[in-house]
């Protein structure tokens, strides 16, 4: 398996992560005073820090990308790894410097000064110590660097700890200013930064400054999807495409669920499905007005039919139970046939681990749909990415400089030779080519992990499954089917630094608890309207005037 796909499962499965407080913006809270500057950018100022986008050409898809708009377009897609490996970076583009780094690692750390480490030092052309740390409990380790103002000269910071992390406040304080050197045509020096979306950049920028480098940046990006079991459903007669409605989803429960044969239709779908209803992601706008998505009635249209879901004997008694861990194994065990994932997970691990269970499995996802079947269809569009590094506000302009000719190394295309250095090492000594495919050795398995270097900077997202062409014509083609349905939605890509007491109000804890027990059919939907009505008098409302005076009078919607 190459560790392009591997990553993208992570990325995958952050994004689902990051999923679960989808329906708000980039948070951080900075503090209980009041008065501060929320880190937020005005569309003028934005512009000019903004880097200019350059798309790379070196490489030409098997799929090209379908475009709907500046900042929506599908990933392009490689059915084939590249047999040339166009060189993007000419020498090495490191002076000798020393430095150190810091990135979250999900996985077993390789021991340091490896063989790896070493040929990367040698082809960036300087010391970079890199010292993954445990990506659990990441959020626990940065604050004690940040307290003693000890950060490392390169960090990765997830977006869904910009609130745990300060990073509204750490950004001009300990994280260095990156607007002098890559803003606008400034980028240009760095060709594959340039060709990094737009909208990956936007999530770096607090305060009409540029901070942050985008990693995995898209421009098809959800907070995930409903899949099914394409070969089941089609061995039945079933497509995809006959699920119209939110009733036919309902219907299609009935039709699949054998309880005694042990076999359900639905694991849980609630965060997947809900925009299906028109709810919106935190916010939207109504004669000018911020509305919370709780107010919507769309928001308890979808809660009830959740909750009837719940109750109708179609879900599968460990998603009732808030049980994930075995959602995977009974999806490819054909005991439970639809489940809401993240899109990451349509990928070749899940390929292979699917067809291991069953020579026939296929994974499908249904298309974007109006729940009431007569409106338009759409769903938001999350966050360009969610990775994120930074580099020390410590460094010297030269020092700042030969890290970003280091970043524009990582961040080279798939399939160039720097690419294929940065995710599969050495030939030969980490890797052999095996029927085309980039294929690990047992080095290569040791040392090479695909959340090291890619977690400082790394290109654009692709669609590729080496080996199983089947999974990436069916992502890109579903891909393809729906960017036409996706919209910004308010308050897209902003960083919003909030006093602490306002970005407890944002998580609404309390209100979450009881729609997930609602969506398990453990309480009403009368229950989750009266926890919602003591959300707000105590704190939603509070929440609701702090947006807007401090974000949308001054900043507007972002869309």
């Not at 110590?129 to 490392?152: C, E, F, H, Q, S």
């Amino acid at each position: 398996m190459s560790n392009e796909l591997n990553r993208r499962s992570f990325v995958g499965r952050a994004t689902a992560v990051a999923g679960a407080a989808a329906m708000a913006p980039l948070l951080s809270a900075c503090g209980n005073g009041g008065g501060e500057q929320t880190g937020s950018n005005t569309a003028s100022g934005l512009k000019k820090a903004l880097p200019a986008y350059v798309p790379n050409k070196s490489l030409t898809p098997d799929i090209p990308s379908v475009s709907n708009g500046a900042d929506r377009a599908t990933d392009p897609a490689f059915l084939h790894y590249p047999t040339e490996h166009p060189v993007t970076v000419s020498g090495v583009p490191g002076k000798g410097g020393r430095y150190t780094a810091v990135t979250p690692l999900w996985g077993t750390v390789p021991s340091p000064g490896n063989s790896f480490f070493e040929a990367m030092n040698k082809a960036l052309g300087l010391d970079l110590t890199v010292k993954p740390a445990d990506g659990t409990n990441y959020a626990t380790i940065i604050p004690t660097m940040t307290a003693a103002k000890r950060l490392p000269d390169w960090i990765q910071v997830p977006s869904w700890l910009n609130n745990n992390l300060n990073v509204g406040r750490l950004a001009g304080t300990q994280l260095a200013d990156l607007t002098p050197y890559l803003s606008g045509d400034k980028v240009k020096q760095y060709p594959n930064l340039a060709a990094l979306p737009t909208g990956g950049w936007q999530g770096g920028a607090w305060g009409n400054k540029l901070y942050g480098i985008p990693c995995f940046a898209s421009k098809f990006v959800m907070s995930g999807t409903t899949f099914y079991r394409r070969d089941i459903l089609e061995s039945k007669g079933i497509t995809g495409d006959d699920v119209k409605s939110a009733a036919d989803l309902m219907s299609l429960g009935k039709e699949l669920t054998d309880a005694k044969r042990g076999v359900w239709a639905f694991g849980d779908v609630w965060m997947y499905l809900c925009p299906f209803w028109g709810v919106p992601s935190g916010w939207k706008i109504e004669d000018g007005k911020l509305v919370n998505a709780y107010e919507t009635p769309q928001f308890l249209e979808a809660l009830d039919w959740h909750y009837r879901l719940a109750k109708s004997g179609y879900m599968h008694p460990d998603a009732l139970a808030g049980n994930t861990s075995t959602a995977s194994t009974l999806f490819y065990s054909g005991k439970m046939l639809i489940q809401g994932g993240g899109t990451g997970a349509w990928n070749l691990s899940d390929y292979q681990s699917g067809t291991a269970a069953n020579k026939d499995y296929r994974r499908g996802s249904f298309n974007i749909f109006a729940a009431d079947g007569k409106s338009k269809p759409g769903t938001y569009m999350g966050p360009s990415t969610s990775m994120f590094s930074y580099l020390n506000a410590r460094l010297k302009p030269s020092q700042i400089e030969e890290l970003l000719a280091v970043a524009d190394y990582l961040a080279a295309p798939y399939g160039s030779r720097e690419y294929t250095m940065v995710n599969f090492g050495v030939e030969g000594v980490h890797y052999t080519m095996k029927k085309g495919v980039p294929t690990a050795t047992e080095a290569g398995k040791k040392y090479v992990q695909p959340q090291i270097y890619p977690f400082l900077a790394a290109p654009q997202a692709v669609i590729s499954n080496q080996g199983a062409d089947v999974v990436t014509k069916d992502y890109a083609a579903w891909q393809a089917a729906n960017v036409k349905y996706l919209y910004k939605p308010v308050f897209w890509n902003m960083n919003i630094s909030m006093p602490q007491s306002i970005a407890t109000a944002a998580a609404g804890q309390a209100v979450f608890d009881t729609i997930t027990d609602c969506t398990h059919g453990k309480k009403k939907v009368s229950d989750v309207q009266a926890a919602i009505a003591s959300w707000k008098s105590n704190s939603g409302d509070r929440l609701k005037r702090w947006m807007t005076e401090n974000v949308l009078d001054k900043y507007g919607t972002g869309q």
